[in-house]
């Protein structure tokens, strides 16, 4: 069976530092997704980040980037420029097409001012 | 775009009434929904997985009879708890996954915003 595991139950950053939130998975497929969504007090979650395995190629959204290592089975989330904003639950998952997503345990990054 | 509403977002009953909720896909078609549970500071536990016009796959330890889903449409699933207790609440969250060629990321599941039930 698939699993996520994200090893930073908390984590804090300096407002306008930059934080690395680390995720691995344990897969034998060869195809999938990955994704981070980030989930603020108001418990909305929110698709910050997603990359398609066959990519070789990092995936990067405004001052959200990823740094995905198939071969590892690392994936990732770096946040540039800290706002409070960023100030959230954050979750990677993993899902094969078609399948459901399967979750780490989050990750609960505070952002200082 | 993906957007996905959920109504109520809060709902507070007596013991031994049911309560549905809502789920709709707003600007895209969804193949299939999905409906959690979550618990304060934990990750979100998947119930059950719905398709359009089929019956849904429930998780085991997941009674089905409890909570009865309904997917009429590509872009409306409903949830209703049955004969709540205390025991049922918490907060519920759906999302759907979008086709390919929708116009949202294919193969990506996107969130409403959940629903806190609270049973008396």
């Known amino acids: 069976a698939q699993t996520v595991t994200q090893s930073q139950p908390e984590m804090s950053v300096q407002e306008a530092e930059t934080v690395t939130l680390s995720c691995t998975y344990d897969?034998?497929?060869?195809?999938?997704?990955l994704f981070w969504y980030k989930q603020p007090p108001s418990r909305q979650m929110i698709l910050v980040i997603r990359q398609e395995a066959y990519k070789q190629q990092n995936a990067t959204e405004n001052r959200f980037s990823v740094n995905f290592q198939k071969a590892a089975k690392s994936f990732s989330l770096k946040i540039s420029d800290s706002q409070l904003g960023d100030a959230a639950m954050y979750f990677c998952?993993?899902?094969?097409?078609?399948?459901?997503?399967?979750f780490g345990e989050g990750t609960q990054l505070t952002v200082n001012p | 775009g993906a957007v996905v509403s959920q109504h109520p977002s809060r709902v507070i009953c007596k013991s031994g009434t049911s309560v549905k909720i809502e789920c709709r896909s707003l600007?895209?078609?969804?193949?299939?929904m999905f409906w959690y549970r979550q618990f304060p500071k934990q990750s979100l536990m998947l119930m059950a997985t719905s398709n359009e016009g089929s019956k849904a796959t429930y998780e085991q330890g997941v009674e089905k009879d409890k909570f009865l889903i309904n997917h009429a449409s590509l872009t409306l699933s409903t949830l209703t708890v049955t004969s709540a207790h205390p025991e049922d609440s918490s907060f519920y969250i759906c999302s759907a996954r979008a086709f390919r060629t929708s116009g949202a990321a294919g193969d990506t599941q996107y969130f409403g915003p959940g629903t806190r039930l609270t049973v008396l």
């Open positions: 897969t034998s497929e060869s195809d999938y997704y």
């Open positions: 998952a993993y899902q094969t097409s078609g399948s459901r997503l399967t």
């Open positions: 600007d895209f078609q969804a193949t299939t």
